[in-house]
């Protein structure tokens, strides 16, 4: 299996070719030469495995090929399944789909029309930093999960900012919004305000271009040391 570039956590290879994306696992990059692929978690890349296995709440974006596929959570991009695929209820899976045989359970969804993924945000979402500093902000802090938008097109935006703020490329002025392009070019900090606490924090969604955000706003915390 060739390395993948994770913006998280955690995958599970056991000795028997099987590679198991857990729930809190983003894995982006290349899988090959795998038995077996579960995923409940996110991946998104070149694929190719025996058996790829979609569990409910799971997301499988890229170029696709197996032996055989079975999906109860989402799959989108250009598929080849040289025998079976098996859609069941709660799956969907959209794009090129090329497969052998179809088993389609009420409620599964197989359409070519490939449809606008929203953006979820992921990383571990938090920060530590010294009283009065600043911190640079790394995509295993804070990073977007979108397979169809470039890191230019997706747009942070920043509230509820305590005891601290958000700067670009070094400056101290505080700013709202910045892309996923300026997380991974290092241009992003937290700047801690200098007040005497041990705990601050930020609230952060992400957008894409056609306005499709991750949802209700999440608490990055920020630890304060010093």
Same mark, same amino acid.
Request: net charge neutral; glycine share 12%.
């Given at each position: $299996? !060739?390395?993948?570039d994770?913006p998280?956590?955690?995958? =599970?290879?056991?000795? #028997? @070719?099987?590679?198991i994306?857990?729930?809190?696992?983003?894995?982006k990059?290349e899988?090959?030469n795998?038995r077996q692929?579960e995923?409940?978690?996110?991946?998104?890349g070149?694929i190719?495995?025996g058996?790829v296995?979609v569990?409910?709440?799971?997301?499988c974006?890229?170029n696709?090929?197996?032996?055989?596929a079975?999906i109860?959570?989402d $799959? !989108?991009?250009?598929?080849?399944?040289?025998?079976l695929? =098996?859609?069941?209820s #709660? @799956?969907s899976?959209s794009?090129?789909?090329?497969y052998?045989?179809?088993a389609?359970?009420?409620g599964?969804?197989l359409?070519?029309e490939?449809?606008n993924?929203?953006?979820?945000?992921s990383g571990d979402?938090?920060?530590?930093v010294s009283?009065?500093?600043s911190?640079?902000?790394?995509?295993q802090?804070l990073?977007a999960?979108d397979?169809?938008?470039?890191?230019?097109?997706?747009?942070?935006?920043i509230s509820?900012a305590?005891n601290?703020f958000?700067?670009?490329?070094?400056?101290?002025?505080p700013?709202?919004?910045f892309?996923?392009?300026?997380?991974?070019?290092?241009?992003?900090?937290f700047t801690?305000?200098?007040?005497?606490?041990?705990?601050?924090?930020?609230?952060?969604?992400v957008a894409?271009?056609s306005?499709?955000t991750s949802?209700a706003?999440?608490?990055?915390k920020?630890?304060v040391?010093?």
């Amino acid at each position: $299996m !060739q390395p993948a570039d994770r913006p998280g956590w955690g995958q =599970s290879v056991s000795n #028997s @070719g099987v590679l198991i994306v857990r729930e809190d696992t983003a894995i982006k990059g290349e899988i090959r030469n795998c038995r077996q692929l579960e995923v409940y978690g996110y991946v998104e890349g070149d694929i190719a495995a025996g058996n790829v296995l979609v569990h409910q709440g799971g997301r499988c974006y890229g170029n696709i090929k197996s032996e055989s596929a079975e999906i109860h959570g989402d $799959m !989108q991009g250009d598929v080849v399944v040289k025998n079976l695929i =098996s859609i069941r209820s #709660s @799956g969907s899976v959209s794009g090129n789909v090329r497969y052998g045989k179809l088993a389609l359970e009420q409620g599964g969804n197989l359409s070519a029309e490939v449809r606008n993924v929203p953006p979820s945000l992921s990383g571990d979402l938090d920060l530590a930093v010294s009283r009065g500093k600043s911190v640079r902000i790394t995509q295993q802090d804070l990073t977007a999960l979108d397979p169809d938008d470039t890191a230019q097109n997706l747009t942070f935006t920043i509230s509820n900012a305590r005891n601290g703020f958000i700067t670009l490329a070094g400056a101290r002025t505080p700013i709202t919004r910045f892309t996923q392009a300026d997380l991974a070019n290092g241009k992003v900090s937290f700047t801690h305000d200098g007040t005497n606490t041990q705990a601050a924090s930020f609230d952060v969604f992400v957008a894409d271009r056609s306005g499709a955000t991750s949802g209700a706003a999440q608490t990055v915390k920020v630890h304060v040391s010093g």
